[in-house]
């Protein structure tokens, strides 16, 4: 299978009248800013918030916000919210913005601060957490925490977690050092009784877990 090929083909199909990862980023003033996911990631977050309508949403990772912004675009039309977590003050003060510029202010709360900080004192519940932190470790570390936040029947989705399978190059020691804690992620999930789970292959690997 030509996967590049496929790639095209999807995205001839789908990007005509909807927000692109392309237009998204040319129109924030910010050029430094952790990755965002692609437009397949930001769709298929999408159709599962149509399908799951969560009325409360955590992120992990907001960087400069075209992921919150895609889904908030969906729960605006029934009424949802969605709690925004980034430490990078400046990527969140643009984050912010962006919010504002796209019409969907009114349905993000962004905390600026470190994800394992701001959730220890969170006792709220969540039927969606979007895990996409650039810190690859606390993907497997914050696992109970996700438990803990999430309603029985509530979904924990994660962006990158095929990395360890990608050939990056040997001199990326920032990409590579991500393989390892996402590999344990990925054992840890698959392996966790108390969630049914799979990954995807979707933009750089996407995991969908329901807490049962
Ligand atoms: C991959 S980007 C998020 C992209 C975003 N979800 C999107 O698709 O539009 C990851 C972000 O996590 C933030 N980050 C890294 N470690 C963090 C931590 N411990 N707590 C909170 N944010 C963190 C980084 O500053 C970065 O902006």
Redesign the pocket.
């Known amino acids: 299978m030509d996967f590049a090929k496929i790639g095209t083909y999807i995205e001839g199909l789908y990007q005509k009248g909807k927000l692109t990862q392309k237009q998204y980023t040319e129109a924030t003033e910010l050029k430094e ?5 692609d437009d397949d ?2 769709r298929m977050l999408q159709v599962l918030i149509t399908l799951t309508r969560p009325r409360k949403i955590l ?12 889904m908030a675009k969906v729960i605006k039309q029934y009424g949802g919210t969605i709690v925004t ?4 003050e400046k ?1 969140a003060e643009q984050a912010a913005k962006n919010f504002a510029r796209e019409g969907v202010k009114e349905q993000i709360e962004l905390k600026i ?4 900080a ?1 959730t220890a004192g969170m006792s709220e519940e969540f039927d969606l957490i ?1 895990q ?4 690859k470790k ?1 993907y497997g570390e914050m696992l109970e925490d996700y438990l803990r936040l999430l309603k029985p029947g509530g979904l924990l989705v994660a ?2 977690t095929l990395f360890p399978v990608f050939d990056f190059d040997p001199e990326c020691g920032y990409l590579n050092s991500m393989c390892e804690p996402l590999d344990a992620f990925n054992k840890k999930i698959a392996d966790c009784p108390q969630f049914e789970s799979t990954l995807l292959p979707i933009g750089d690997g996407f995991t969908v877990a329901v807490k049962k």
């Open positions: 800013f952790g990755a965002v996911v990631v930001a992120e992990i990772g907001t960087s400069i916000g075209f992921s919150t912004v895609s977590i980034e430490m990078d990527v601060g470190e994800a394992r701001v979007f996409d932190v650039g810190d606390l962006e990158d």
